[in-house]
C-alpha cells in the first residue's frame, strides 16, 4: 500500500501531523483556507420565544425559549451532593430595550427559584431554595446541593419571571457503604460546533442506564469562521461558529459556550444525565502549556494568561462544575482535578494537564509552537524529552494521582485523563514523514519522566491495590491498550487506557480525505486503514485503533472487569461521505474491549454490556 497522503493533525486540532516544514511554512490559521467560506456566515432562523425578540448571532443561537432557553444540566454527583446549572435570562426593562444575551453583560439580576425532588411530578420535594443570576456571572446559576442520599434518581428544575425551566433527571453517585453497586457512564470528548452535529450526544440522551456522562476535554472549541474554521465545507452556513471570530476575551467565550448550550442534542445529553468535565486546550486555545498556545498570537491576541483566564471562567460559569477545595491537596494555580468514589468498587481521579505543564518539545523542521510530531530519535530531542524538570500536570498533582492508585480498598482506579498516557510511536512512513518513529509531544510522552515515573509507580503496586485504567480523550480515534512498562517484544503491563473518539472533530479518516481531495471515498478509508494497522503494527500493546468512527465509550464497571463498548458512526460510503453531515445518522455499537481485574491487559469481549444488575433507588419520601 501507498503511504497516505501527509494530513493534519489526528490529535485534536488542524494542523498536526506534521510535515517537516520550511520558514515558509503556513500556519495553523491558513492551513484550512479554501476548505470553508473565508467569511463568517451569520446563524440561521429559528423559533424565537413568543413574546421576546433576540439578537441571534450576540445570543449565540439559533432558538431562544424565554428565560431558560439554554437548557438545565447538572454534574459533579457524589453520593451527598450534586451540582445543578442553567441560565436565566431576564426580560428586557423596556418592551423595546435590549436582551441580556450571553457576553453582553446587561441585565438586571433575577430571582431563580429551584427545586429537587425525588419524583418527576414534584410531589415530594427533597431539597428546594433560590438563587440569583446575575450579569457578573452572564445570568448563569449554579446551585451545589448538599445532603442527599446516594445512589438516588432525583428530578430538578428551576423558576423564575413567571416561567418554569425545562425539567432535568440527575442522580447521586453509587457511593453507598458497605454495598456494591452498578457503575455505568459514557466517555466522551472532542466536539467541535461546526464539525458536524452532536447526533452522539443525540445518542446519550436517549439512554437510559448511564450513572453520569464523562467529558475529558474540548467540550468547546476557539476557531473562527474564517480562513481557521475546523469542519466540513457542507457545513458552512448551517453549524457556524459564534461569534464568528476566534474566541480571545471573555465574552467570545461565553458566546461560543452559549452556542453549544443552545444545542438541542447536547441540551438533551445535559437534562438527562450528571456529567463530570475537565478541559483540555481549545477551552483555552489549541495545545496550550502554562504560559502560552500554539494558537495564540501575543500582542495580536493581547496577553496569554489574561484570555487563559476569561476562558477559565467562562466555563466555569456554563458548566456544572464544582471547583474542589482549595486548600485540603498541595497544587499550583487554581485546583481543578478532583476525585469521585464509587464504594469499595472504584475511585475516579479526574486529571487536569494544560494549566501548569511544561512548553512541548519543538523540533526545527518538524514543528514550531505548541508541539506535534517530532522524530525521538536524536540525542538532544531524546535528553530533552526525558528532562525530570518538565512536567506535564504539577508535580503535586502527580502525587496526588500517585498516592489514590497505591491505596488497598479499591477494585479500580480510574483516570480521567486529557492525552494519551501510553507510550506510542508513530512509523514515518505510515505517516507521510521521512523515516523513522516518531512521537507526539503534546501528549505524555513529550513528557516522559512524568510518563515513566507513574508507568513505574503502577508497576510497584499489585492488583491488590487495584487495577489503574485510563480513560481518555484528544486524538479523535478509538483505541485499547495495554500500558507498557518498557516498550518491548514480551512487555508486562501496568494498567490499561481506553480512549474515546471524537464527536465531531476531525480523525484519521477526514485528514487523509483532505488530503487525498480527488480519491475515492472507498480508498481514502482503506488508506486510513492502512495508516492505523501501521500505527499498531508499531505499538504491539495497542489492541484496537479505529480511525474513521465517531461517537463515545460506554464505560461498564464490575469487580471483575472493566469493559469499554464502542459506539461509532457509520464507514463512509460514497453515497454518504462525511456521516457527520448528516442529522439523523446516530452512532451505533461497533465492538467491545475489556480489561478482566488482576490481568491489567485489555481483551476483546463477546458483545455489549447487558442490563444493569441494580438501578438507583427511586424514594418518594
Same mark, same amino acid.
Given at each position: 500500500?501507498?503511504?497516505?497522503?501527509?494530513?493534519?493533525?489526528?490529535?485534536?486540532?488542524?494542523?498536526?501531523?506534521?510535515?517537516?516544514?520550511?520558514?515558509?511554512?503556513?500556519?495553523? &490559521?491558513? %492551513?484550512?483556507?479554501?476548505?470553508?467560506?473565508?467569511?463568517?456566515?451569520?446563524?440561521?432562523?429559528?423559533?424565537?420565544?413568543?413574546?421576546?425578540?433576540?439578537?441571534?448571532?450576540?445570543?449565540?443561537?439559533?432558538?431562544?425559549?424565554?428565560?431558560?432557553?439554554?437548557?438545565?444540566?447538572?454534574?459533579?454527583?457524589?453520593?451527598?451532593?450534586?451540582?445543578?446549572?442553567?441560565?436565566?435570562?431576564?426580560?428586557?426593562?423596556?418592551? #423595546?430595550?435590549?436582551?441580556?444575551?450571553?457576553?453582553?453583560?446587561?441585565?438586571?439580576?433575577?430571582?431563580?427559584?429551584?427545586?429537587?425532588?425525588?419524583?418527576?411530578?414534584?410531589?415530594?420535594?427533597?431539597?428546594?431554595?433560590?438563587?440569583? *443570576?446575575?450579569?457578573?456571572?452572564?445570568?448563569?446559576?449554579?446551585?451545589? %446541593?448538599?445532603?442527599?442520599?446516594?445512589?438516588?434518581?432525583?428530578?430538578?428544575?428551576? &423558576?423564575?419571571?413567571?416561567?418554569?425551566?425545562?425539567?432535568?433527571?440527575?442522580?447521586?453517585?453509587?457511593?453507598?457503604?458497605?454495598?456494591?453497586?452498578?457503575?455505568?457512564?459514557?466517555?466522551?470528548?472532542?466536539?467541535?460546533?461546526?464539525?458536524?452535529?452532536?447526533? *452522539?450526544?443525540?445518542?446519550?440522551?436517549? &439512554?437510559?442506564?448511564?450513572?453520569?456522562?464523562?467529558?475529558?476535554?474540548?467540550? !468547546?472549541?476557539?476557531?473562527?469562521?474564517?480562513?481557521?474554521?475546523?469542519?466540513?465545507?457542507?457545513?458552512?452556513?448551517?453549524?457556524?461558529?459564534?461569534?464568528?471570530?476566534?474566541?480571545?476575551?471573555?465574552?467570545?467565550?461565553?458566546?461560543?459556550?452559549?452556542?453549544?448550550?443552545?444545542?438541542?442534542?447536547?441540551?438533551?445529553?445535559?437534562?438527562?444525565?450528571?456529567?463530570?468535565?475537565?478541559?483540555? /486546550?481549545?477551552?483555552?486555545?489549541?495545545?496550550?502549556?502554562? /504560559?502560552?498556545?500554539?494558537?495564540?498570537?501575543?500582542?495580536?491576541?493581547?496577553?496569554?494568561?489574561?484570555?487563559?483566564?476569561?476562558?477559565?471562567?467562562?466555563?466555569?460559569?456554563?458548566?456544572?462544575?464544582?471547583?474542589?477545595?482549595?486548600?485540603?491537596? #498541595?497544587?499550583?494555580?487554581?485546583?481543578?482535578?478532583?476525585?469521585?468514589?464509587?464504594?469499595?468498587?472504584? #475511585?475516579?481521579?479526574?486529571?487536569?494537564?494544560?494549566?501548569?505543564?511544561?512548553?512541548?518539545?519543538?523540533?526545527?523542521?518538524?514543528?514550531?509552537?505548541?508541539?506535534?510530531?517530532?522524530?525521538?530519535?536524536?540525542?538532544?530531542?531524546?535528553?530533552?524529552?526525558?528532562?525530570? #524538570?518538565?512536567?506535564?500536570?504539577?508535580?503535586?498533582?502527580?502525587?496526588?494521582?500517585?498516592?489514590? %492508585?497505591?491505596?488497598?480498598?479499591?477494585?479500580?482506579?480510574?483516570?480521567?485523563?486529557?492525552?494519551?498516557?501510553?507510550?506510542?510511536?508513530?512509523?514515518?512512513?505510515?505517516?507521510?514523514?521521512?523515516?523513522?518513529?516518531?512521537?507526539?509531544?503534546?501528549?505524555?510522552?513529550?513528557?516522559?519522566?512524568?510518563?515513566?515515573?507513574?508507568? /513505574?509507580?503502577?508497576?510497584?503496586?499489585?492488583?491488590?491495590?487495584?487495577?489503574?485504567?485510563?480513560?481518555?480523550?484528544?486524538?479523535?480515534?478509538?483505541?485499547?491498550?495495554?500500558?507498557?512498562?518498557?516498550?518491548?517484544?514480551?512487555? &508486562?503491563?501496568?494498567?490499561?487506557?481506553? !480512549?474515546?473518539?471524537?464527536?465531531?472533530?476531525?480523525?484519521?479518516?477526514?485528514?487523509?480525505?483532505?488530503?487525498?481531495?480527488?480519491?475515492? !471515498?472507498?480508498?481514502?478509508?482503506?488508506?486510513?486503514?492502512?495508516?492505523?494497522? *501501521?500505527?499498531? *503494527?508499531?505499538?504491539?500493546?495497542?489492541?484496537?485503533?479505529?480511525?474513521?468512527?465517531?461517537?463515545?465509550?460506554?464505560?461498564?464497571?464490575?469487580?471483575?472487569?472493566v469493559q469499554a463498548d464502542y459506539y461509532l458512526t457509520p464507514v463512509p460510503t460514497s453515497g454518504l461521505p462525511d456521516p457527520r453531515v448528516d442529522p439523523d445518522v446516530e452512532p451505533a455499537y461497533a465492538t467491545s474491549w475489556r480489561t478482566p481485574h488482576g490481568t491489567r491487559r485489555v481483551a476483546p469481549a463477546d458483545g455489549p454490556v447487558g442490563r444493569r444488575h441494580d438501578e438507583p433507588h427511586h424514594r418518594k419520601h
Open positions: 500500500m501507498t503511504n497516505p497522503p501527509k494530513p493534519a493533525s489526528p490529535t485534536n486540532e488542524p494542523t498536526g501531523l506534521t510535515t517537516p516544514v520550511p520558514s515558509t511554512t503556513p500556519t495553523r &490559521r491558513t %492551513v484550512l483556507k479554501g476548505a470553508a467560506l473565508a467569511a463568517a456566515v451569520a446563524a440561521g432562523s429559528g423559533g424565537l420565544g413568543s413574546l421576546r425578540t433576540f439578537d441571534l448571532e450576540a445570543a449565540a443561537a439559533p432558538a431562544h425559549h424565554g428565560v431558560f432557553g439554554y437548557g438545565v444540566a447538572s454534574g459533579d454527583p457524589t453520593g451527598d451532593a450534586i451540582v445543578l446549572w442553567t441560565r436565566a435570562t431576564p426580560p428586557p426593562e423596556t418592551p #423595546d430595550g435590549p436582551v441580556a444575551t450571553p457576553g453582553s453583560g446587561i441585565g438586571k439580576p433575577l430571582r431563580v427559584r429551584w427545586e429537587l425532588a425525588y419524583d418527576k411530578h414534584f410531589r415530594h420535594v427533597a431539597k428546594r431554595g433560590t438563587a440569583s *443570576a446575575r450579569a457578573e456571572s452572564d445570568h448563569t446559576v449554579k446551585v451545589d %446541593v448538599h445532603g442527599l442520599r446516594p445512589y438516588t434518581r432525583y428530578w430538578y428544575r428551576f &423558576r423564575a419571571a413567571g416561567e418554569w425551566s425545562p425539567v432535568g433527571r440527575t442522580q447521586t453517585a453509587p457511593d453507598e457503604p458497605r454495598r456494591e453497586h452498578a457503575l455505568r457512564f459514557a466517555l466522551v470528548s472532542c466536539s467541535n460546533y461546526t464539525g458536524g452535529y452532536f447526533t *452522539a450526544y443525540r445518542a446519550l440522551g436517549e &439512554r437510559d442506564d448511564l450513572d453520569f456522562v464523562l467529558h475529558v476535554g474540548d467540550y !468547546v472549541y476557539e476557531y473562527g469562521n474564517g480562513p481557521d474554521r475546523y469542519g466540513p465545507a457542507d457545513l458552512v452556513g448551517k453549524r457556524d461558529g459564534i461569534p464568528a471570530t476566534e474566541t480571545v476575551d471573555l465574552e467570545g467565550y461565553r458566546l461560543r459556550h452559549a452556542l453549544h448550550k443552545a444545542d438541542p442534542d447536547l441540551q438533551l445529553a445535559h437534562r438527562r444525565h450528571p456529567w463530570i468535565t475537565i478541559f483540555d /486546550d481549545h477551552e483555552v486555545a489549541n495545545n496550550a502549556w502554562s /504560559d502560552g498556545a500554539e494558537n495564540h498570537t501575543p500582542g495580536a491576541e493581547g496577553d496569554f494568561l489574561t484570555r487563559r483566564r476569561q476562558a477559565y471562567e467562562a466555563y466555569l460559569e456554563w458548566m456544572p462544575f464544582r471547583l474542589p477545595n482549595q486548600h485540603t491537596v #498541595d497544587h499550583q494555580g487554581t485546583r481543578f482535578f478532583k476525585r469521585f468514589t464509587f464504594g469499595k468498587l472504584a #475511585d475516579l481521579s479526574v486529571l487536569e494537564t494544560r494549566q501548569n505543564r511544561s512548553a512541548q518539545v519543538d523540533v526545527a523542521g518538524f514543528t514550531k509552537t505548541g508541539g506535534g510530531f517530532i522524530p525521538s530519535s536524536a540525542p538532544a530531542v531524546a535528553a530533552e524529552l526525558a528532562d525530570a #524538570d518538565r512536567h506535564l500536570p504539577e508535580p503535586e498533582q502527580l502525587r496526588w494521582l500517585e498516592k489514590a %492508585v497505591a491505596k488497598k480498598g479499591r477494585s479500580w482506579h480510574l483516570v480521567g485523563n486529557q492525552v494519551i498516557f501510553t507510550p506510542i510511536r508513530f512509523p514515518g512512513a505510515a505517516l507521510g514523514l521521512p523515516a523513522g518513529d516518531y512521537l507526539n509531544s503534546d501528549q505524555w510522552d513529550g513528557y516522559q519522566a512524568d510518563q515513566t515515573r507513574l508507568i /513505574d509507580h503502577l508497576d510497584e503496586h499489585d492488583s491488590r491495590h487495584g487495577d489503574a485504567v485510563f480513560l481518555t480523550g484528544d486524538i479523535h480515534s478509538s483505541w485499547a491498550m495495554d500500558v507498557p512498562v518498557e516498550r518491548k517484544a514480551g512487555y &508486562r503491563s501496568a494498567g490499561v487506557e481506553f !480512549v474515546c473518539p471524537s464527536v465531531t472533530s476531525d480523525g484519521f479518516y477526514e485528514l487523509v480525505r483532505a488530503s487525498a481531495k480527488t480519491a475515492p !471515498v472507498p480508498t481514502a478509508v482503506q488508506t486510513t486503514r492502512g495508516l492505523t494497522t *501501521a500505527v499498531a *503494527a508499531t505499538n504491539p500493546w495497542v489492541r484496537y485503533l479505529d480511525g474513521i468512527g465517531h461517537g463515545f465509550v460506554v464505560l461498564d464497571v464490575t469487580r471483575k472487569r
